[in-house]
């Protein structure tokens, strides 16, 4: 069954096309790599599915809903999250603090309740703590939980976003480029976390340059190449496909 489905999506700048005649549907409960050469297109494809840009054409439609139109926190709040790059920590806030502002964003009203200071807003912190624990262990920070999020190494801090996004509840994540500036041992935790998000029902969708990550991990991948789609495949027959190879994994030494 469909989770997203991008309908002839076209996004133009002018007259470049970063997006044009884009077609694919992402499966629930799957991790999904959106995968292309530099300027193909990713980046702005999850702005578009975020909300953050408008299409210039086409539809998309995320758990049977038309959300083309709709401002980036009303798709959030169904179910959209985007997990987070260092830039968006906050550094001097602990690993917890850091969650927890997930849950805030998750829900305003949380927030004016807990300026009330009623019996119910203290009910609905302790409840968040544990929750925000819960993904803190979950994404193997249990240790770090109390260290400021600028103390953290790199591995660490990209695990923190995710963490973020996690406490947002989503249904779809997004991840850009997850394992990007890891060494091999952060990448893989990172890979088998992402495999544990996916086994919790939360459906991935992957942009990741690394094609030995892409090849390990994903369900099902697209291939975008100049902002349209040139093949979707299970990663056996993306590694295989004639046109793939030619306009990317040939140029990426990383392929094998
Ligand atoms: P990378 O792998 O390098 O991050 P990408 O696949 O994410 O690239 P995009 O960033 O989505 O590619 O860019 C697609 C195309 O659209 C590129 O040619 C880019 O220059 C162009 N583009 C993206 N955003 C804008 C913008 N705001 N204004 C004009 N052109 C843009």
Same mark, same amino acid.
């Given at each position: 069954?469909?989770?997203?489905?991008?309908?002839?999506?076209?996004?133009?700048?002018?007259?470049?096309?970063?997006?044009?005649?884009?077609?694919?549907?992402v499966?629930?409960g799957t991790i999904h790599s959106?995968?292309?050469?530099?300027?193909?297109?990713?980046?702005?494809?999850?702005?578009?599915?975020?909300?953050?840009?408008?299409?210039?054409?086409?539809?998309?439609?995320?758990?049977?809903?038309?959300?083309?139109?709709?401002?980036? &926190?009303?798709?959030?709040?169904?179910?959209?999250?985007?997990?987070?790059?260092?830039?968006?920590?906050?550094?001097?806030?602990?690993?917890?603090?850091?969650?927890?502002?997930?849950?805030?964003?998750?829900?305003?009203?949380?927030?004016?309740?807990?300026?009330? &200071?009623?019996?119910?807003?203290?009910?609905?912190?302790?409840?968040?703590?544990?929750?925000?624990?819960?993904?803190?262990?979950?994404?193997?920070?249990?240790?770090?939980?109390?260290?400021?999020?600028?103390?953290?190494? &790199?591995? &660490?801090?990209?695990?923190?976003?995710?963490?973020?996004?996690?406490?947002?509840?989503?249904?779809?994540l997004?991840m850009?480029?997850?394992?990007?500036?890891?060494?091999?041992?952060?990448?893989?935790?990172?890979v088998?976390?992402i495999r544990?998000i996916r086994d919790?029902?939360i459906t991935v969708l992957l942009?990741?340059?690394?094609?030995?990550?892409v090849?390990?991990i994903s369900d099902m991948i697209?291939?975008?190449?100049?902002?349209?789609?040139?093949?979707?495949?299970?990663?056996?027959?993306?590694?295989?496909?004639?046109?793939?190879?030619?306009?990317?994994?040939?140029?990426?030494?990383?392929?094998?």
């Amino acid at each position: 069954m469909s989770l997203l489905t991008l309908e002839n999506v076209g996004k133009n700048y002018g007259k470049l096309e970063a997006v044009s005649e884009l077609d694919f549907s992402v499966e629930k409960g799957t991790i999904h790599s959106l995968i292309g050469p530099n300027g193909a297109g990713k980046t702005t494809v999850f702005n578009l599915i975020t909300g953050m840009i408008r299409p210039t054409s086409g539809r998309i439609v995320f758990n049977g809903e038309d959300v083309t139109r709709l401002e980036p &926190h009303k798709i959030a709040q169904r179910g959209v999250a985007r997990s987070f790059q260092q830039t968006f920590l906050f550094m001097e806030y602990s690993v917890l603090d850091n969650v927890l502002t997930g849950f805030h964003m998750r829900s305003r009203a949380g927030v004016i309740k807990e300026f009330l &200071h009623t019996r119910a807003a203290r009910e609905a912190d302790k409840k968040a703590t544990e929750q925000a624990l819960e993904i803190v262990d979950f994404m193997g920070l249990s240790e770090q939980k109390d260290e400021l999020a600028g103390n953290l190494p &790199h591995g &660490h801090q990209r695990a923190l976003g995710v963490s973020i996004a996690l406490a947002c509840d989503p249904t779809l994540l997004l991840m850009d480029e997850p394992v990007t500036g890891m060494n091999p041992t952060e990448s893989n935790e990172m890979v088998e976390r992402i495999r544990r998000i996916r086994d919790r029902g939360i459906t991935v969708l992957l942009v990741e340059h690394s094609m030995r990550v892409v090849m390990d991990i994903s369900d099902m991948i697209t291939v975008i190449s100049y902002g349209r789609k040139i093949a979707q495949g299970l990663p056996d027959e993306i590694k295989h496909d004639r046109q793939v190879i030619e306009a990317y994994i040939g140029e990426d030494t990383d392929a094998a």
